[in-house]
């Protein structure tokens, strides 16, 4: 999926798909399936997306997101 964007401040964000938090400055996981994502913190609990139910041992697509972006959000 592809990645939001607020209206006030243009910042970019992500939205996992298990626990509909934000994910900001930590790893994701994208669905080979559905393309939505998934809080690396998150991938040990479930063996299928929750949204698609596609397989999660293949996803391939893990990375950082916001790692330079220096703000903290709470």
């Known amino acids: 999926m592809k990645d939001q964007r607020c209206s006030k401040c243009n910042l970019q964000y992500t939205i996992c798909i298990a626990s509909g938090k934000l994910i900001m400055g ?36 893990a990375k950082s997101y916001l790692k330079d972006d220096k703000r903290r959000f709470f």
Do not use: A, N, Q, W
Request: net charge negative.
């Open 26 to 61: 930590e790893r994701y996981v994208i669905c080979d399936v559905c393309k939505h994502s998934l809080s690396f913190l998150l991938l040990s609990h479930y063996e299928y997306c929750p949204l698609c139910h596609g397989d999660l041992h293949t996803v391939k697509s």
